[in-house]
């Protein structure tokens, strides 16, 4: 199980930060053109990372998790722009990213590890928050990179936090 997860976190982040990439890329002459390579490569990523990660059902909760992500970033996007904060619009790539792969993740039904994973995507998001107020160059080279590992380390932790409370004194 562990293995499969870290190899689905793998696959997933290299296929979201290629796509992220080439949006950036992209956006420079179109940006309609370079949203649609990332909603293309997010959803690409949240059914491989179900596929490898072994879930019950990889193309439903593949289908469930690329809803969720596209419209967490569509949302955060809409929001961005009727308020006008910049810094909205460039987190809500790396919480899309994170809350669909949260969803995609299997086992996806323990409710307590899934609000580990929310707590990781959301200290994912401000640590990226804090990279772009230093450093933008710096930014678009790692915020793909952070979210699903960070829903590694979540399941991590709470693994070994059960192990321990299972443990006999």
Known sequence: MTQSR???????????????WF????????QIVGVLIFGVGLAFAMYSVAGFSGAEDPMGTGFAAAITALATAA???LFAQTVGLQAVLVLSPVAAIGIGGAR??????????????????AAAVAAMYLVYTVDITAYGLIAPLIALPALGLADRFYDRGREVVAEEV
């Open 104 to 121: 995609a993740l299997a086992p996806t039904g323990d409710k307590s590890r899934n609000l580990a994973r929310l707590a990781a995507t």
């Open 23 to 30: 949006m950036i890329l992209a956006a420079t002459s179109s």
């Open 6 to 20: 870290w190899l689905a976190i793998s696959v997933g982040t290299m296929i979201v930060a290629m796509a992220f």
């Open 75 to 77: 949302v955060l996007a």
